[in-house]
């Protein structure tokens, strides 16, 4: 995907720079401009919202996935499809994610109430997962 396909399902969209645009962020109820939408050298594109959305949240408002912020790879007959990431990383990250996972669990199982950071940053921990077997290519919907 292109950033200009981007910013076409985004509104009050404002050019800051080469490449650097502001808008209003999809996720959230949002009265000014606070998602700031970058394209890098090599094609990738980063989302960041001032509200503290997550990207995941930001690109399900628009219908997207993770894996449209990087620039498509053709493949060669014969070979694997390259990954933006390196796997190890996916799992590193997957694993941090997991073990938040882990924690809260134990926290409910003992019958012991969850306070509202805990249960966002469970949500979170959940989101980032998501995200990751996306990136990865290994989320079979």
């Known amino acids: 995907m292109t950033i200009e396909a981007l910013i076409s399902r985004l509104e ?3 050019c800051t720079g080469h490449g650097r645009y502001i808008a209003r962020c999809p996720a959230h109820d949002d009265h000014g401009p ?3 939408i ?3 050298d090599d094609g990738r594109i980063l989302l960041h919202c001032f509200a503290d959305c997550d990207v995941q949240s930001v690109l399900s408002a ?11 790879r053709e493949m060669a007959s014969g070979k694997s499809q390259h990954r933006p990431f390196p796997a190890a990383d996916i799992l590193q990250a997957i694993a941090f994610e997991a ?5 809260t669990t134990r926290t409910i199982l003992k019958r012991e109430p969850l306070n509202n950071t805990d249960r966002e940053r469970l949500l979170l921990a959940v989101s980032r997962i998501q ?3 996306d990136i990865g290519g290994l989320n079979h919907e």
Not at 62 to 72: G, T
Not at 99 to 103: A, E, I, K, N, S
């Open 12 to 14: 009050r969209v404002k």
């Open 34 to 36: 606070s998602l700031s």
């Open 38 to 40: 970058r394209e890098l």
């Open 62 to 72: 628009v219908n997207l996935k993770f894996i449209d912020l990087f620039p498509a």
């Open 99 to 103: 073990l938040v996972v882990v924690t």
């Open 131 to 133: 995200a990751a077997l």
